[in-house]
Nanobody, 121 residues
Framework: QVQLVESGGGSVQAGGSLRLSCAVY????????RYWFRQAPGKERERVAH????????NYTDSVKGRFTISLDDAKSTHYLQMNSLTSEDTALYYC??????????????WGQGTQVSVSS
């Protein structure tokens, strides 16, 4: 049973930084697709960052481009979200996800439990 365990959330002042971690356990060898999502109160879940580790390609939602970076430590099967220049708009529950790559592209198969990020202005 694949399990995703997140850590690194917390409270920070505007302009600060946090790094979220998503450790993936068991049967990780083909989980090439790695994600970070977030959901703010009263809003829909939003995909923040995606990495296709088979090609090392990444993409980000416009509001975080230049501030957030998704990365992977393959040896640890852990992916990260480095978040810099945080604003109150980044306050949300952050979820990691992982999935397999099919002919149609990346899919999400597993989710983490969520970690809260709160940014005070």
């Amino acid at each position: 049973q694949v399990q995703l365990v997140e850590s690194g959330g917390g409270s920070v002042q505007a302009g600060g930084s946090l790094r979220l971690s998503c450790a993936v356990y068991k049967d990780t060898y083909d989980l090439y697709c790695r994600y970070w999502f977030r959901q703010a109160p009263g809003k829909e879940r939003e995909r923040v960052a995606h990495m296709d580790t088979s090609s090392a390609s990444t993409n980000y939602t416009d509001s975080v481009k230049g501030r957030f970076t998704i990365s992977l430590d393959d040896a640890k099967s852990t992916h990260y979200l480095q978040m810099n220049s945080l604003t109150s708009e980044d306050t949300a529950l952050y979820y990691c996800a992982a999935g397999r790559k099919y002919r149609s592209g990346c899919q999400i198969n597993y989710w983490g439990q969520g970690t809260q990020v709160s940014v005070s202005s």
